[in-house]
């Protein structure tokens, strides 16, 4: 006799949310920095290394749990979250080669600055803003939240090249690299729209990425975010919106080989993407077919139950080949367990 399928039920889901988060808070150090990546179930068997990139990531998940859910006990998360911020805010400069008329902060790690660490440091900080224990005392930031977040809007905002970004540029001299991400142009644009009003340029460009069908290929959870927010706002036509997420859900539909990699962290990323558009579409209905609802919705729940299989104790590690736990894992997964708590309640 086969055992009974597994249920992610809403109780489940808030279960591990609040479990990730209280894991995120223990191993966030005095001074901001998170334990980077560790074993799993041993916080003590470190292993080496940072990313700015993942630290805005995993702190964004960490405000939104708490906005979310309103946890009883939350002064040790409250502390935790202040304490991350301000580590963010110590690694924002401002940008050497900028106008000076318009001052901007740079996110600077190992002397690069990458866009999409402004734009994940954005999202980072618009939900410590609307922590009201945190707004009464703000965390250490270069010229308080308001207008840190306006400096960096002005950094990401300047970085707009043609039809895309800029994607990374040393520090101190300004020069643009080579460097591509397939992830940066939707971080960016993701942290520009709920930072603030979208100006003439940024309507453009996400028009344009959007019409070409950009983060297809490489099934953009970043860009699905991005494309909800700007369908939301009414920032592109709906008739656009249908075109775009249809054709970005169909591709993560229509190719799921990534589950046969068996690691949590490529299944969470399209579990985020699923989930994040039937948010959309409860706010929005109408704009995708109820048959491509239905089909998310179905395999958003399979994704689910598979990330199980790499879960424990507010942990979500690498994969059968690895036990490493590290903070972004955490972040995705534990994401889309607080998207699916919101659907399903």
């Known amino acids: 006799m086969s055992a009974a399928p597994v249920l992610v039920t809403p109780a489940l889901s808030r279960d591990i949310v609040a479990a990730s988060l209280d894991h995120l808070t ?13 074993e799993v179930d041993d916080i003590e ?16 998940f960490m405000a939104r749990a708490v906005n979310t859910t309103n946890p009883a006990a939350a002064d040790p998360i409250h502390d935790a979250i202040r304490r991350a911020s301000g580590f963010l805010g110590r690694k924002l400069e401002p940008a050497p080669w900028g106008r000076p008329d318009q ?19 954005l999202l980072a900080l618009s939900e410590v803003g609307k922590i009201a224990a945190l707004r009464a005392s703000e965390p250490v930031l270069p010229f308080g939240l308001d207008e840190t977040v306006t400096r960096m809007r002005r950094y990401a905002l300047d970085e707009i090249d043609g039809d895309d970004f800029r994607h990374k540029r040393v520090f101190a001299t300004g020069e643009v690299t080579t460097f591509r991400s397939d992830y940066y142009t939707g971080e960016a644009i993701f942290g520009l729209l709920v930072t603030g009003e979208a100006d003439d340029e940024l ?10 069908g950009y983060g297809w290929a490489q099934q953009s959870h970043w860009m699905a975010y991005a494309a909800c927010e700007a369908v939301e706002r009414g920032l592109v036509p709906k008739t656009l919106g249908t ?27 399209r579990s985020e993407a699923l989930t994040r558009v039937l948010l959309m579409a409860r706010r929005v209905p109408g704009l995708l077919s109820a048959d ?25 590690w690498k994969g059968d080949d690895s036990h490493r736990v590290q903070i972004d894992y955490i972040q995705h997964n534990a994401t889309a367990f607080l998207h699916w708590a919101e659907l399903e309640d």
Not at 45 to 60: C, D, K
Not at 243 to 269: H, K, N, V, W
Request: proline share 4%; aromatic share 10%.
């Open 243 to 269: 075109t775009y997420l249809t054709g970005l859900m169909e591709a993560i539909l229509g190719d799921a080989l990534y589950r046969f990699r068996r690691q949590s962290t490529p299944i969470a990323c």
């Open 203 to 212: 309507a453009r460009v996400t028009t344009s990425l959007m019409r070409r």
């Open 292 to 316: 491509l609802l239905s089909r998310i919705r179905a395999h958003a729940a399979e994704n689910l139950v598979l990330q199980l299989d790499w879960y424990k104790n507010g942990q979500f």
């Open 45 to 60: 068997q470190t292993h080496s290394g940072y990313n700015l990139l993942r630290h805005s990531g995993t702190l964004w």
């Open 103 to 121: 001052p901007s902060l740079a996110l600077v790690g190992n002397g690069m600055v990458k866009l999409g660490g402004l734009g994940l440091g």
């Open 26 to 38: 223990r191993i966030t150090r005095p001074n901001g920095p998170f334990v980077y990546a560790h």
